[in-house]
Every structure is written in C-alpha cells, then in structure tokens.
C-alpha cells in the first residue's frame, strides 16, 4: 500500500485543482449548488406550510407581537438571539477556513474548520437545552398545536442540517488533518468499520424494537437482518413493509426511530468512507470550498427562520 | 484556483459586522416596534426585508457568488423564481383568510 503523507505546513506544491468545465467553474461546486437548490425548495415548502398556518391564525398565534399571547410566548428570543450570532460567527470562521485553503494554510484550514464546528456543537446543545427546556418545562410537543408542530419540524429540520454539516466538517478536518493516501480498492479497515456500524445498527434496532409493544416477533427474528446487513439503502424498502403491513395488523410501528437507529448506526462507516475520500483527493481547497458553501447555506436558511418562526 | 487567490479578509470582517448589527436591530424591532406604534403590516415587511437583505448578504459574500464565474449564481437564484411563484400562488389564499393579519 503506497502510502505519501503530506508533512509540509502548506500544501500548495502538492495541490493539484480541479479542472474547470464549460461552466468557467468546477464540477464540485456546480453540483453543490445543484444540491442546495433543491434543499432550499424543501425547506421552501415546510416554510409555505408554516406562513400558511400562521397567517390563516393571524393574531391567535403565539407571538411577540400580538398582545393577546406576548406574556404567553414560550420562546425565548434572546438565547436564540445569542444562537444565530454563534452561527454566524461559525460562518465567519468558514469562510476564513476557505480563504486558508485558496492560499495553501493548511494549520490554517484545520484551526478555522475546528472553531466553525465548535459554534456548529455549540449552537446544536444550545438547541438541544431549548427543546428540553419546550418540552419539559412548557409541555410543548409535535401533535400538541400548529405552533409547535411547526415550530418542530422547521427548527428540526435545520438543526438536522447542523449536526450533518459537523460530521461534514470534521470528514473534512481530519482527513485534511490525516494527509494525501493512495487507497485500495477495499481494505481491512474497510471491513471493521462495516463491522462497527453492522453491529451498531443490529443494537440500535433490537433496542427500538424490543421495546415496541406487540406484533414486534417478526421484526425482531425475519426483519433484522435485511436491515442490519444494508443500512440506509433499505430505508424505503423497509419503511414501505413496516407502513402498509404492520400497520394495519401490528399496531403502528416506531418508523421514525428505525430511521433514527438506521442512520446513527451507518454514522462510523460513513464518516470512515469520507475521511478516505478526502484523503484519497489532492483538490483540497475545491473540497474546503464546497463544505463552505454547505455550511453558509445552513446559516443563511436559519437566518430567515430566526427571523419567521421566533420574530414573527 | 486559476489566477491567483486574493486576501477578503477586510471585506469578510466588514459582511460580519453587518450582520451582527442587523441581528440586533431586527431583534429589537421585533421585540419593541409595536409597542412603538408600527403597524402590523410594517413590522411583518421591515422584518422580512431585513432576514433577505442578511441571506443576500451570506450568499453573495461568503459564498462566492460574488467572485465566482456567473453560471452559479444563474443556478443559485433559479429557486427564487420557483419561490416567487409559490408565495404568489399561495396569497391568493392567504389574502381571503378570516384572520389575515394586516
């Protein structure tokens, strides 16, 4: 296995950029693109949904600004105030991260990627304190009204978004971290990370089942395996047999936390996979540019959610 | 990287600050304008129009759009269109809402 690690504090000698097509730009970054524009047509429509509830409830609505339900309002706006400043400052570190790899820093890369997923973890715990803080102590919940339905399914929507852009990042900082390699087909490394998420998956859903009242035994003895075996590809597949067969017959089975168990246990291996994808690749700042541009978009997509769920 | 890269770093500093000060304002317009004696109608579109004027900012600057070539800006704003459509669409209805907020 030939292995040429890059020891040099800069990497421009070694950089080797990605062409550009007939776009006067790369390809990365056109399908980048490409990607998020679809993302914002998603979060597009969970906004329509939400102005749509919101106006037809006009002044009923929980709002800062509606005198009826201002002494009412369950958010807090200045912690989330404080959160969108954490995210912007993680935006700033982004885009200097960028401007390190276009010139060739590479501890420059790795400080500013580090601190952009400090204020990204950072900004995720500080969601997370809040929906305890909804949920236990304002008994808020996502089949309780509109308000908090919506209010969970856009801010979960995005903080998803976040926790995506961290693992993102750090594929992106360790691999950096880590140096060009010259990879194999497959390797042994390969198979004990299957091995790791395998078996993280089996766990996961064997927990999640175990604990779903009835109906659950041929899940547990037929289901498991497709499942464990193939991780995330079977998604659809099982979700359809879960939704039309054991619904009706079982009792309506814990489909979001199979997802849930599904993706968390394909995390190692994913994360393995593109650690060697970034090491495997010379273009380092095309890939520091295209995270960048990932990350900036989930920013800009929480600035104009700050501004219609939390303002409005 | 054809040419050589250029150092932003003055012009990023200057976008952060903007959106820093932006924050506060469309925090305090949203916490106290009514209070103030702005109309519903006003604050809604004050607070919209700073949300867009941020974004625009994000993309523009942090994202390149700026110094990128054109073709991704043309990809960038194409959902805006679709957007445009959809809001359209959707006041229709929401204009002959029982509790229309303005």
New interface residues.
Partial sequence: MAEVAIHANDVHEDVH?AP?TS???TMG??FM??F??QD??MF?GLF?AY??V???????WPS??NHGTAEHYPLD??LT?LN??IL??S??T???A??AA??GKRKSILKWLALTMLGGAIFLGVQVYEYIHLITGDGMGMGKSLFDATFFSLTGFHGMHVFSGVMYLGAILIGTAMGYKEYKQTTITDWIFRAISVGLTLYFVINVLGSWKDGGWFLKYFMILPLALFPAYFIPVVGMVLFFWFGPFAGWPPIPHVAVSLVAGSLPYVMYRGIRWVRSRRDT?EIV?IV??YW??V??IW??L???V??? | MAHAPTNHTKTYLKIFGALFVLTVVEVIIGMYAISWGLPHAGLYILLIALALVKAGLVAVYFMHLKYDAKFLSVIAYSPLAVASILILLLALEWAFQPHWIF
């Avoid at chain 1, 919101?54 to 009923?60: D, L, N």
Wanted: a neutral charge.
């Fill in positions: 950029p550009a776009t006067g730009t970054k056109v693109w490409l998020l524009c914002a047509l597009m329509a102005l749509s919101r106006i037809g409830a006009g002044s009923v800062p600004n706006i200045n105030a969108t400043f912007i400052c935006s700033v982004m885009v200097m960028v401007q276009q010139f700042p540019e960048g541009l900036h978009f920013d800009l600035i104009i700050f501004t219609l939390y303002l409005l």
